[in-house]
């Protein structure tokens, strides 16, 4: 039987320590990649990425309308290639075969009509293809032809606690129909195929891009304030006061809705500022891989200003993520101390960044 171990839980039964720190489309890289080769350590340079970030406000109403990551990951160590489809008749077709030689597959379709998915609402939530565009990454890992019964994987905290039917013992391993997913199916199914490039994975994992990602961290830590069609962008630190001051004055409204988000201000704020500390989580975790290699007192001094900044993040989160728990929503004031703090830990990131490469 399938057995979860070895994606996102070790064989000590612990959660897997880079899965938990990658998104949806990197994580099934990372598990295309294990189904290929045995890894003596854990890739964490394969996902970094630049962790400056911003945060989108509207000035004529006060309101934040964004905080996004600045820019976007690639890999070269992946060829990945998009193929467009729809119905069930493009997962027997092309996704099953693939399936049934071994293959891991990523693919997207309508996320509110997947039962397993927390996002899940019914099957015949509307569809609209100009504004339901693909969005999260699902995997599946396995396909019974004779019972039409796909095996999936996905995150343990974003299963449906309902409508999980796992495989076994499994806790991320789950099964359902083809029919049951055949709803989500008929609005689109698009899927990824995916190629290890070996010489390019090596090449990734010696450490050598940590020093010019941290040249290009620094280089945009005072990107100017920009503005365009009524939205002011605002950038790292800059950004980060920004939003202690609108908290200050009870000018977030945690459990308002802005656009083009269905959840409310207070989960969009954790998802997103959790998806920044993800960046700086890989990059602690990178350094820390690589240190002897980088040498100096000066790789130590960032690694422990790094830990202390990834910290000031997680204790705003689990603020963010304690209010979602209880579903109690207080003013936005309780958050601009931690948003300064944040602002604060930002700085000293920085000088921290460049004394390591005077350094290098």
């Known amino acids: 039987m399938l057995s979860d171990i070895g994606y996102y839980f070790t064989a000590s039964n612990e959660m897997d320590s880079l899965a938990k720190e990658l998104n949806c489309l990197q994580n099934p890289l990372y598990f295309c990649l294990k189904n290929e080769v045995t890894l003596t350590d854990l890739p964490f340079e394969l996902f970094l990425v630049e962790t400056s970030f911003y945060v989108e406000t509207r000035e004529d109403r006060r309101f934040l309308r964004g905080i996004n990551q600045y820019s976007s990951w690639s890999s070269k160590a992946f060829d990945i290639v998009f193929h467009q489809g729809a119905g069930t008749e493009t997962f027997k077709r092309d996704i099953a075969p693939l399936l049934q030689s071994g293959k891991i597959v990523p693919f997207q379709t309508h996320t509110p009509r997947v039962?397993?998915?927390?996002?899940?609402?019914?099957p015949g939530y509307p569809f609209d293809p100009a504004v339901d565009k693909p969005g999260h990454v699902f995997v599946a890992v396995d396909?019974?032809?004779g019972r039409e019964v796909v095996t999936y994987l996905e995150a343990p905290w974003l299963l449906h606690s309902g409508n999980f039917r796992p495989l076994g013992s499994n806790r991320t391993l789950g099964q359902i129909?083809?029919?049951e997913l055949a709803p989500a199916f008929e609005c689109f199914?698009?899927?990824?195929?995916?190629?290890?490039?070996l010489d390019l994975l090596q090449e990734t994992c010696t450490g050598g891009t940590i020093t010019p990602l941290i040249q290009e961290i620094v280089g945009n830590r005072d990107l100017p304030r920009r503005h365009k069609d009524g939205v002011t962008y605002l950038y790292n630190a800059d950004s980060l006061e920004k939003l202690a001051d609108m908290c200050r004055r009870n000018e977030i409204g945690l459990n308002e809705r802005t656009e083009p988000y269905a959840d409310n201000l207070c989960k969009v704020m954790e998802w997103k500022l959790n998806d920044i500390r993800r960046t700086k989580s890989l990059l602690l975790n990178s350094l820390k891989r690589h240190q002897g290699k980088l040498g100096g007192s000066s790789?130590?001094?960032l690694s422990a200003t790094l830990e202390s900044n990834e910290r000031s993040w997680l204790y705003t989160i689990m603020m963010l993520r304690k209010m979602l728990l209880l579903q109690k929503y207080p003013e936005s004031a309780v958050l601009a101390a931690p948003f300064m703090r944040m602002a604060e830990s930002e700085k000293a990131l920085y000088e921290s960044m460049n004394a390591f490469l005077a350094d290098a």
């Open 299 to 301: 790789v130590r001094h």
């Open 115 to 122: 039962p397993y998915f927390y996002g899940y609402d019914n």
């Open 189 to 197: 199914l698009n899927y990824l195929t995916v190629t290890v490039n």
């Open 143 to 145: 396909y019974d032809a």
């Open 177 to 179: 129909t083809l029919a």
